[in-house]
């Protein structure tokens, strides 16, 4: 063969054209590939994304979290509904105790008050009445101070021909000095009250104001009046 001669030129053949369209092919392949990762890392992170269930379903979190708040709220109107219940327990305690020293207080302003009207009502005709009158419902210590002064009062007021009224104008409790077993408490009750009077020196009835000072206090038999005379 001579240096002129050339190679013979050759045609592609079927089996490389096949070949050939392969490779275009696969580089196509690559290529959507690409672009379908580029989309994908262009998704939400994992985070954002739910976990797949065993059945091939994304689990959904936002039920869970719904349920999480719903048994939360629930504890807590519990939580609220137990103290504001023992609040009010507590605050319906608090006004039957008022309501009850209330009730009392006005009890032994009363007995107080009765009890300064008849002792300071009486008249020189019937000092057995008049005795009899302040020793009831009085203590011991009280009744035995009457009976101690009985005959000389007896005797004042027959000779002079006194003859009293009294009357109420007003009253204030100072104050429960304690509870004594069996009974609500002693109660101090200062009695503002007016007396009116006359015997034979002034035949003219004149009143005048005075303030006593009642200590009474509540027992099985009711209330008791421990200690009157005027207020220091």
Known sequence: ???DETEPHTEPTE???AA?????D?????DDNAKTASVATAEPGDGDVDPPSPGGRRWSAAPRLRALVVSAVIVVLAVLAGVFAYLYAEADDAKSVLENDAAQRAAAAKAASDYTTKSLTYSYENTDAFFAAVKENAGEALIKRYDEVRPTLTQIMQQAQV???GRVLATSVTGDTGDTGDTDGEYTVMV???????NVQN???SELPTLLKVVVS??????QIQDYGPAE
């Open 26 to 30: 696969s580089d196509l392949l690559v």
């Open 218 to 223: 509540k027992t099985a038999q009711g209330w």
């Open 192 to 198: 503002f009250a007016s007396q009116k009077t006359q």
């Open 203 to 205: 035949p003219q009835p």
């Open 1 to 3: 063969m001579t240096n």
């Open 20 to 24: 050939a369209a392969a490779a275009t």
């Open 163 to 165: 003859q009293a009224s």
């Open 15 to 17: 089996v490389e054209d």
